[in-house]
């Protein structure tokens, strides 16, 4: 067939599906709210899109003008990106995911996030113990100066807990850059061969055992505790849950099984984006309570100890029952 | 490494052609972005400086917004397209082509503490020199690349007064060869524009001035004038 015929014969098609480009494929939302459209159908689209590419291979093998090439090339570049893009996000989808899937998500993980909870928490009570043993062992992790600082933020003559003056919200601001940040890079470092998050759990178990272990020791352990209780929940439990996504890419770079390496480590980054998701809900939460919660000195310890143990209670068994009703996915 | 473009084939089996961007553009579009980002700070502080204590912590977080949230933000609302790639004409893309989706646009830009690593995006560079279509480990976690946006701007072609069709058929390559020699013509001397039509003087079946004249016309016949 001659260029001229075969320009002919489907030039309507092609200002059909240029048409419809134009006006429809920017926005599914806003061209659902405009029922006004007599263009191509929307459900006809896809069938318009695969004639077209067909009519592009033809031109091609026939040899037709660049011209034409281009013109339909640039057509069924912007077909395919209508095509293929990803779905909207839904708003249900999320509340869904917080609820159900994250849990599920952690538990399918479960070996990684026990190892992770190992690499945290031994250290932490390892730390502990030794300053509770011999309490010199404090200035190996601290100089003096930090130290003091640490006592001074915990004194039982404040009247809040956890900071000197610094109003709640420039604290919120600071949990938030400090905290999440921490969790985001403790997952992320898990390409450096996992030894990233392993170096990030164990350094922060030591640090927070050892703090803690010398504040009880030095008679600013009621202030502490009662500061900590709440915001634990999620926080700690947060950063473990970074740090098993981490080692689970870490691990998916060395052993990535019979798949290929790359293979492997897109699939693990993309759990490791949503547990990250969740992480990060779960550490803004943690900044909330830490900045408007915590901090307040007034609520006696009992007070303190039981909203604290509900929130233990709501992370843990969000995390061992969430999403258990539903079938896999 | 000396041809970055990738070609994917689609479910509709025709070839995607998709030109990689190498680290000096995307170091720019960076810088760029740097730039916005650096002033959405300066000007925020300003602002929130008179505000005190409550204003420290609302700079604090955005300083977390802009640090972690402005490229998934800008990449998941503008197609794969931070202002400062915009400027630069490149695109973040799916490696087999099709937009990119959020949760990818999450996974790229986690991975920049990665790439960021030891110093000024040394691993990033390096893993971008041995891959063959440039991307570093972000990209290649997120299964994502950075491709240059096609331009399609036609350069004026020649002036020309007949329009002829070639003696004889001509491959695409050759069409190619032709139109491109249009559209370059008007910065050429005469006498090279001589020297050029006279090679292709079996498609135009004339020498010298006449000769760069058809080929002239059968630009523009090519081109679709009748």
């Known amino acids: 067939m001659r260029q001229e015929h075969f320009i002919v014969r489907h030039e309507a098609e092609w200002l059909a599906i ?38 592009l291979g033809l031109a091609r093998r026939r040899g037709y003008s660049p011209q034409l090439v281009a013109r339909l090339q640039e057509l069924m570049q912007r077909g395919h990106a209508v095509m293929y893009r990803p779905p909207l996000p839904r708003w249900r989808r999320a509340f869904e ?59 039982p003559a404040l009247p809040k807990l956890g900071r000197d003056a610094e109003s709640d919200l420039a604290m919120f601001g600071h949990y938030i850059m400090n905290t999440i940040s921490i ?26 055992g050892g703090v803690a272990g010398h504040l009880q020791l030095s008679g600013h ?18 950063i473990v849950i970074a740090g098993g996504a981490g080692l689970r890419l870490g691990l998916d770079l060395i052993a990535p099984g019979r798949r290929r390496r790359i293979d492997a480590l897109v699939e693990g980054g993309r759990r490791g984006a949503w547990l990250c998701l969740g992480v990060f809900a779960m550490l803004l939460v943690a900044a909330f309570i830490e900045a408007f919660w915590s901090s307040i000195g007034w609520i006696p310890a009992w007070g303190k100890y039981s909203v604290g143990g509900a929130l233990w209670a ?16 | 490494m000396l041809d970055t473009v990738r070609e994917v084939h689609t479910p509709e089996g025709v ?54 949230l402005y490229p998934i933000i800008c990449e998941g609302l503008f ?6 790639k915009r400027a630069l004409d490149l695109r973040v893309v799916s490696s087999d082509g099709a937009p990119v989706g959020w949760l990818a646009a999450c996974v790229r830009n986690l991975m920049r503490t990665v790439d960021m690593l030891p110093f000024g995006y040394a691993c990033g560079l390096v893993s971008g020199l041995v891959d063959p279509w440039g991307r570093r480990l972000g990209d290649l976690v997120a299964g994502t690349m950075v491709v240059h946006v096609p331009k399609n701007r036609r350069l004026p072609v020649m002036e020309g007064d007949g329009v002829m069709a070639p003696a004889l058929p001509l491959r695409p390559a050759e069409q190619q060869a032709i139109i491109a020699f249009a559209e370059r013509a008007p910065r050429l001397t005469p006498e090279r524009q001589v020297e050029l039509a006279d090679i292709a003087a079996p498609a135009t079946g004339a020498q010298g001035g006449e000769g760069v004249r058809r080929l002239a016309g059968i630009a523009h016949w090519l081109l679709g004038k009748r």
């Open chain 2, 15 to 68: 070839a995607l052609r998709l030109p990689a961007a190498g680290p000096i553009p995307r170091a720019l579009a960076w810088a760029i972005d740097f730039g916005i980002r650096l002033g959405l700070l300066m000007a925020a502080s300003m602002v929130l400086g008179v505000m005190g204590e409550a204003g420290m912590g609302l700079y604090l977080v955005l300083l977390f917004a802009v640090f972690w």
């Open chain 1, 18 to 55: 240029e048409q419809w480009l134009d006006a429809r494929a920017a926005s599914p939302r806003r061209a659902r709210a405009d029922r006004g459209w007599r263009g191509l159908p929307d459900e006809d689209f896809p069938a318009a899109y695969r004639r077209l590419c067909q009519q």
């Open chain 1, 183 to 208: 969790g985001l890079r403790t997952f992320a470092s898990g390409l450096l061969a996992g030894l990233g998050p392993a170096l990030a759990l164990a350094v922060n178990g030591f640090m927070i």
């Open chain 1, 221 to 238: 352990g009621d202030p502490f505790w009662r500061f900590v209780v709440g915001h634990a929940a999620f926080e700690l439990t947060a």
């Open chain 2, 79 to 84: 197609d794969g397209q931070t202002p400062g």
């Open chain 1, 314 to 329: 709501l992370v843990l068994g969000w995390l061992w029952f969430g999403g258990r009703d539903r079938h896999a996915a």
């Open chain 1, 97 to 155: 995911f917080f609820l159900a899937d994250m849990p599920r998500l952690v538990r399918a993980e479960s070996g990684v996030m026990w190892a992770a909870l190992a690499l945290f928490a031994i250290p932490l009570l390892a730390s502990f113990i030794a300053v509770q043993v011999k309490p010199e062992l404090i200035h190996t992790l601290l100089n003096v100066q930090q130290v003091a600082e640490y006592e001074a933020m915990y004194d």
